[in-house]
């Protein structure tokens, strides 16, 4: 990649595929000349013997394609190219072809406004200063008369030149047999807008959605216009006759949506049905309403675990939203009135759901367009929208997670037009969360259709998920609530009370202040100044010196200084704040040391140890007899020699250890101990009922399968852990995080002492009433974890004084080398002399990698956490790691911590 395809790469953020096909053009126009009379078939040659796939350029002028998966970007990579030829190649005219109105206001948007969150050209010093004069379909005759005095504006700098046209309307002037208006001579120019552009000397044509430009009539005008260079830009490279899809002979780079999908660019599509459904027992009428239930459910799943996953991540708010595909326009009415009816969901969707097709008019549709573009506005209610083939290229929405298609369909051109509309991603890139990165495409009666189509070696997808609805979780419309620490809900409970009470504004302005504002600015303090070990510390002369200077300085910048009649006020109301923070961390908070624990790139790999199972260890001889066939004769294959020959069988387990160590991840210095373990335990179930002849066969003539066989046993016991982890240590600690969660709407706030059944529910049950808790509210994810709460509030005698549900970010603790991933522990417990970091966990699971690695991440923090505590009179910390089913109600909290205590 030469330097000016590196800067742009870098200044554009560009992605591997986008930053690939750069570096393609950058080397396709090495040492080729273009010119406005090309030898095209030299430059052919040229082109096909860097890339082969290039066989035509099927214009009459060179023109190359890029082929892109819908999602990865290639209005940005447009900007790239526009960037490149203009910076490299001193191009300043360009021609880009939209191939409808939508991505024409697109293209007009991210290419012209630099307010624009997608404007191409962010970075690019070069258009800081002189930006692109973009010239249009619609302003064409002003802006081009008054180019000269444009250039003048910028004392004689070069200007790059953007014309946008809509294809489609150019088009839909030429079927009457007529000429396109922008043939027709124009009065401002003296020529036509086409004349224009055909006498530009660097013109280079680039066409978004480029198959929509292959029609002989569109051909012919771009083949007029003798551009240098076309530039092709689509997700498919291809054209469609009947049946038949005919390739394009001009790609020089395809990037197909399935290694996007492998490459985490874009959604996961998982397509959705019902176990054993069977679609022939139902009316079609029947079919949509299940459809829709079934695609409903799964969006009311989805919409409160993407809201909370933007919360807890400090993202902004990301809103879901459902797309039916109807058959046509009166299927779409339809589907409209039975969405809007009262037992539909409770009638919840009938002002959130909107219809689009070709039939509306007028301010309709015109409404519906605008509710459209705007859907994931997080204040636009709808929630629903029904489409009849209405929505192609450039809607490109992020926020589509669930698909109802309900119309007749070939299943190749469902994976393209209608699943392509949901796959981009809402912050560009997987979040590695399942509600964030998956689409969810409900398929009950072409379900099977779908996969085969996905399955084909050529497909668009390759790969597909399959989700059963017996897998989901759905219990009807969810809503999301936040519990935060006792002291922010007192704060903004406080702050409501003030506001309904019957007192001036002013009067309610300075309440606020002294016993809301003030109290927040305080713990602020508390949780990020590093001169603060503890609660205690607020205590300090020097401490509430220092709030009182912060808080006077922000007051001036704020002309709050009015509230308060003297200095000496403000003094006194701050340390009433101070003492009402350090009552509350004292008694309602858990001092948590802020420690950053990651694991250090130095690893070990290997093997646990663990007994083979030789139950379907079957394995028979291999017949060693030599047969012979006389080729002159016609008698048949006859035996030679019976079989049996001399071999060396001082130790079996040798042969089958040497096969072993042929696996990569197999050392045999680090195992040999497990190996020979193994080994034996293999021979002695191939000795059982066997002579020495026979077993000396089945060595000899089965170790690779023995091999095998072991090794396959071997794979779940591979390990890869940190040797050790790497610790960053504030001398702060951190504030309790509010918890965000989901709630069934219809469901009540359960008691935690409360039983619920099946025990299955309480996954989806919220739960207060405690007395001990960092947190009002709280859910947890099984029984085991309930029980646990109600040990920790209930418990006659207990030493707990206060316990913490831990909100996601809470520990900043890392586990795992190749794929980093954050802990987040279950419990913490503070009793009188020790804080305990806690995890319930299923016996089965203890002595799995997964939950070893967690536990020695969290033993090292509890080891910092105890080091730093000691240094300020604080309690030591300690990792507990229970198994689920050793908690029951009766049991004592010290009798568990002794029990399952994993030492430092």
């Not at 509710?371 to 029904?386: A, H, T």
């Amino acid at each position: 990649m030469n330097k000016t395809a590196q800067m742009i790469t870098q200044r554009l953020s560009l992605r591997t595929p986008q930053a690939k096909s750069l570096e393609i053009l950058a080397n396709i126009l090495d040492e080729m000349e273009l010119s406005k009379s090309p030898d095209l078939n030299a430059l052919l040659e040229h082109v096909h013997d860097k890339f082969g796939t290039c066989t035509n350029f099927e214009r009459d002028f060179p023109s190359i394609c890029f082929a892109l998966a819908t999602g990865v970007g290639k209005t940005r990579l447009m900007g790239a190219f526009i960037s490149y030829l203009a910076i490299e190649s001193g191009i300043s005219n360009f021609f880009v072809l939209a191939p409808n109105l939508t991505v024409y206001n697109k293209l007009i948007e991210d290419l012209s406004n630099p307010a624009c969150e997608k404007y191409v050209f962010k970075g690019i010093a070069d258009f800081a200063q002189n930006p692109p004069r973009i010239i249009t379909g619609d302003n064409y005759n002003t802006k081009i008369v008054d180019q000269t005095r444009y250039a003048q504006e910028f004392e004689g700098m070069e200007t790059i030149n953007i014309n946008i046209f809509n294809i489609s309307k150019l088009n839909a002037e030429t079927r009457s047999g007529k000429e396109p208006k922008m043939k027709r001579l124009s009065e401002y120019l003296g020529e036509s807008y086409f004349q224009y552009l055909m006498g530009l000397k660097d013109l280079v044509l680039i066409m978004d959605e480029s198959h929509h430009y292959r029609a002989d009539r569109g051909m012919a005008v771009l083949n007029e216009l003798n551009p240098i260079l076309g530039l092709e830009l689509t997700a498919t490279p291809q054209t469609q006759q009947g049946s038949n899809a005919i390739k394009f002979k001009n790609v020089v780079f395809d990037y197909p949506l399935g290694r996007a999908m492998k490459d985490g660019y874009v959604k996961e599509p998982a397509v959705v049905t019902r176990k054993d459904f069977d679609p022939s027992q139902h009316t079609p009428e029947e079919l949509d309403r299940i459809k829709l239930e079934d695609g409903i459910r799964i969006h009311e799943n989805v919409k409160p675990e993407i809201d909370i996953y933007c919360r807890n991540n400090n993202l902004p708010r990301v809103k879901p939203f459902v797309l039916v595909v109807a058959k046509d326009t009166t299927h779409a009415g339809q589907l409209m009135d039975l969405i809007k009816q009262q037992n539909f969901f409770d009638g919840y969707y009938a002002d959130k759901v909107m219809e689009i097709h070709s039939n509306q008019r007028g301010s309709e549709k015109d409404e519906n367009i605008q509710q459209l573009l705007n859907v994931e506005d997080p204040d636009n209610s709808i929630e629903i929208v029904i489409h009849v083939n209405m929505l192609k290229e450039g809607w490109d929405v992020t926020n589509l997670y669930t698909i109802i298609p309900l119309r007749t369909s070939a299943s190749a051109t469902l994976t393209e037009q209608t699943i392509g509309r949901g796959l981009r991603l809402p912050f560009g890139k997987r979040m590695n969360d399942d509600a964030m990165d998956k689409l969810y495409i409900v398929s009950h009666d072409k379900f099977q259709a779908i996969i085969e189509e996905a399955n084909k070696p050529d497909s668009l997808i390759n790969t597909t998920q399959i989700v059963d609805m017996g897998d989901l979780e759905l219990e009807g419309h969810q809503e999301v609530i936040t519990a935060g620490n006792s002291l922010n809900e007192e704060l903004d409970e406080t702050a409501k009370a003030i506001e309904e009470a019957d007192i001036s504004q002013e009067e309610k302005r300075k309440r606020v202040f002294v016993e809301v504002d003030l109290v927040r600015k305080v713990s602020t303090y508390l949780h990020t100044q590093n001169t603060i070990h503890k609660a205690e510390d607020l205590k300090k002369e020097q401490v509430t010196q220092a709030i009182v200077e912060r808080v006077l300085r922000e007051m001036d910048s704020r002309d709050q200084k009015e509230l308060f009649d003297n200095r000496e006020e403000i003094v006194e109301q701050v340390k009433v704040a101070i003492q009402r923070v350090y009552e509350h961390e004292i008694t309602s908070s858990i001092k948590i040391p802020r420690i950053s624990i990651v694991p250090e790139e130095d690893f070990e790999v290997g093997f646990r140890d663990f007994d083979l199972d030789t139950q379907n260890l079957r394995l028979s001889e291999i017949s060693e007899d030599l047969q012979e066939k006389v080729l002159t004769r016609k008698e048949g294959i006859k035996l030679l020699l019976k079989g049996g020959r001399h071999r060396d069988v001082s130790d079996h387990r040798d042969i089958i250890v040497n096969e072993l160590i042929n696996y990569n991840e197999v050392d045999y210095d680090e195992h040999a101990d497990l190996l020979y373990k193994l080994s034996g335990q293999a021979l002695d179930s191939i000795k059982e009922g066997r002579d020495q002849e026979a077993v000396d066969n089945i060595i000899w003539n089965r170790k690779k399968n023995i091999a095998e066989f072991i090794y396959t046993q071997m794979k779940p016991h591979f390990f890869l852990t940190a040797k050790g982890f790497r610790t960053e240590i504030s001398t702060s600690f951190s504030e309790i995080r509010p918890h965000n969660m989901s709630k069934i709407a219809a469901d009540k706030v359960h008691l935690y002492s409360e039983t619920i059944e099946p025990a299955s529910r309480i996954k989806s049950c919220v739960f207060n009433g405690f007395k001990k808790s960092c947190h009002s509210l709280l859910k947890f994810d099984s029984k085991s974890e309930k029980d646990f709460a109600f040990i920790l509030e209930e418990e006659a005698g207990s030493p707990v004084l206060k316990w913490l549900r831990p909100a996601p970010h809470q520990f900043n603790i890392t586990w795992g080398v190749l794929n980093p991933k954050q802990y987040e522990p279950d419990f913490v417990v503070e009793t009188g002399d020790c804080i305990y970091l806690i995890e319930v966990k299923a016996e089965k699971d203890i002595q799995t990698a997964d939950v070893q690695d967690k536990a020695k991440a969290a033993i090292q923090y509890c080891k910092h956490a105890t080091e730093y505590n000691a240094e300020h009179g604080e309690k030591p910390w300690k990792y507990i790691l229970i198994p689920h089913d050793k908690i029951t109600m009766q049991m004592g909290f010290m009798t568990l911590a002794e029990q399952y205590e994993v030492g430092l």
